[in-house]
């Protein structure tokens, strides 16, 4: 074979089987993991904005907010206590997706998706009926523990259940739950915000408890996952569950890759070792830089304080809730249109091209906000200028979400090998936390310090990552879950990490399901 390159014998996105009726519900029940996540980056940002919630737990908030109406614009809703009740969340999220690692790995993806959902039902319980500033955050630990458990086990879950060559569209389902949910949030925050009584944030904060009671009573009624089954030594029902997902009795050459997978797995014990080993490379460098890119975006910076943005740059209280509500809808829509391409065009066109749009996007608004604000922070826009400063914001939002959205969770839940998969997808909610956690505690001291510039400084992080995605970054389209080493080996840079008899895939064509190396691909060939 030319130039050493290899082939994948297993005939690669041609395993038999079809989409069923059945793989396209647990998908659906699955995917709902996203809500509660979605639904909390929604509902924080509207919250926080609401007088009568900054008035009983952070009225020094209020009272700086209220006592000055020519404050300057960049530095108004400055206090670190309010960015802790929000960015508390997501440091639980990054301890307990380790835990969940554990779990997902040792009881199976369902268990974690229905520890994560309890979790999150009584964080929502004690944040409804929250008197003071440390049950707010109590509560909100818990939420963070819910979420790291769901979104370590859903994306995971999701790209072993899909057959090849729709894993992308039913993986991005999850992504599209996270954008209902901040859109149902920001439908709520809408409404309760003119509740009279000053109490509509407690059925904000209370009402929480919906998406948490669909994904636990959901992951109760869901199947495990074949690669589970067959990772924990149940290869019968494996087996019947292959067939079953797949709709055929043909599954050999799918389940023989998964038995070789599973022969790997056990010969790990320590995953958390293994995987900073060599051949483990390429994927790790993923599930940390993807992550990494996707909070340094800007996007949070939007979604978490659209309200607050909106409010910042103009806008009266409602009027802010309602265009974070416009750019919800954006959000669903633009999310839509990445489950429908992604597995036609590819990761890659789509990574790119989102760049590019967001890219042009930060410009357009960094520059738009600076010549009516300047340094000073202090002007007022007209409804025309003001409509298109929210115009481009929300071609921002499409850009990333039918990009860097739902394929800085695809991407990762779908490059680790069976042996180490649980332990990488831990990685990567813990980096993509962890930023998030970051940027949510210091956008508003960088809001103020770097003022419109903070427009541009995410639009350098923008060119950087389209510019990694475009050297680094491989096509995963089409390829099965358990065959995904060969992509890495035959990348021009990654390749060099992987020795030849490292890779590992089923022996199709003997049957047998004992390892075939690269040795052996090279000599059927």
Partial sequence: MAGGAIVNTSGGKDYPGKMTAFVLMTCLVAATGGLIFGYDIGISGGVTSMDSFLLKFFPSVYKKEKADKSTNQYCKFDSQLLTMFTSSLYLAA??????????????????????????FLIGAAINGGAVNVFMLILGRILLGIGVGFANQSVPVYLSEMAPARLRGMLNIGFQLMITIGILAANLINYGVAKIKGGWGWRVSLALAAVPAGIITLGSLFLPDTPNSLIDRGHEEKAKSMLRKIRGTDDIKLEY????????????????????????????LTMAILIPFFQQLTGINVIMFYAPVLFKTIGFGSDASLMSAVISGLVNVFATLLSIFTVDKLGRRKLLLFGGAQMLICQIIVGTLIAIKFGTSGEAHLSKLYAGAVVLFIC?????????????????????????????????????????????????????????????YFFGCWVVLMTIFVALFLPETKNVPIEEMVIVWKSHWFWGSFIRDDEVHVGNIEMGNGKPTTVGTIRQAN
């Fill in 94 to 119: 990054l301890v307990a997706s380790f835990f969940a690692s554990v779990v997902t790995r040792v009881l199976g993806r369902k268990w974690s998706m229905f520890g994560g959902g309890i979790t």
């Fill in 256 to 283: 023989n890759d998964l038995l070789v997978a599973s022969q790997e797995s056990k010969t790990v014990e320590h995953p958390w070792r293994n995987i900073t080993m060599r051949k483990y490379r390429p994927q």
């Fill in 395 to 455: 071609l921002y939002v499409s850009g990333f979400a039918w990009s860097w959205g739902p394929l800085g969770w695809l991407v990762p839940s779908e490059i680790f090998p069976l042996e180490i998969r649980s332990a990488g997808q831990s990685i990567n909610v813990a980096v993509n936390m962890f930023f998030t956690f970051v940027i949510a505690q210091v956008f508003l001291a960088m809001l103020c310090q770097m003022k419109f510039g903070l427009f």
